[in-house]
């Protein structure tokens, strides 16, 4: 008879923030596979755990899936952590994940501790909706052309970035989507937590003001306003633009990108 794998959120940093589920399942399978063994066993041996463990990361998953798919379908009981938090949400897993579930083997999700929702919880933005983008990417371009592809979502945007990277990442924030508020969530339930608010432009400065910033951080920003409802023709709205000194053509699109219309919609309804 097949195992079952067991993916369990772990503390992303008091290691009381833990449930009493979690400790229970890593008691009794009969494997742990984690991100870092170094980093998992400081958990396993605050709470007496001596269960034996594998590495399972990045640069092995491809592999290291495999072999533990074959122990689960073995017969073997797995418990799949990462480093912090949830495993897969921005860290290794899904293959495990996926191969599992192809062999018919079963799996189950021990919620706990996450730092997306964390963050979101204390941020003191809207939670109606939100959007999470894992890391932002690390090159600057790459970053404001992410950025900019979200201009327009009406919901909270919430991504992980690395300390180093987090100055620039703000700028590249004021650049895309201009002055909303956003707050950067450090080192979140460890000593020095902190949230920091304010534009992009203002936490950038209070971060540019330290010797170095250190710890990890999730990166918050308001979301877009709603666009004001224009009732104004659309000929008339092309001929105002006109008036303003922009080409026929370019009044065109300019109207269509601010009534969310296609050149060829605007042009057909004008032209009526």
Do not use: W
């Amino acid at each position: 008879m097949p195992g079952t794998l067991y993916v369990v959120a772990t503390p992303i940093g008091n290691l009381e923030d833990i449930t009493y589920r979690a400790v229970r399942t890593l008691r009794e399978v009969d494997l742990i596979a984690c991100e870092d063994t170094r980093h998992t066993r400081k958990l396993l041996d605050h709470y007496g755990i001596s269960k034996p463990t594998v590495s399972y990361h990045e640069h092995n998953e491809a592999t290291r899936a495999l072999e533990l798919a074959a122990k689960l379908a073995g017969g073997a009981n797995i418990a799949l952590v990462s480093d912090a938090g949830v495993p897969l949400v921005s860290d290794p897993g899904y293959r495990l994940v996926t191969a599992a579930i192809q062999n018919g083997i079963r799996v189950i999700a021990i919620p706990g501790p996450s730092a997306l929702l964390t963050a979101l919880a204390a941020a003191g933005l809207a939670t109606d909706a939100f959007h999470f983008g894992g890391f932002l990417p690390a090159k600057t371009g790459q970053r404001v052309r992410t950025l900019e592809a979200l201009k327009s979502e009406e919901a909270t945007l919430v991504f992980y970035e690395a300390p180093h990277r987090i100055v620039q990442a703000l700028q590249d924030v004021e650049q895309a989507l201009g002055p909303r508020t956003v707050v950067v969530a450090r080192e979140l339930t460890k000593i020095h937590e902190e949230f920091l608010r304010g534009t992009a432009a203002e936490v950038r400065a209070r971060l540019e003001s330290r010797d170095v910033v250190k710890g990890e951080i999730t990166l918050l920003i308001g979301k877009a306003e709603a666009p004001a409802t224009d009732d104004t023709p659309l000929e008339e709205a092309v001929e105002a633009c006109v008036r303003r000194g922009l080409s026929r053509m370019d009044a065109v699109k300019e109207v269509a990108r601010l009534r969310g219309l296609s050149k060829r919609e605007v042009y057909r309804q004008i032209h009526r």
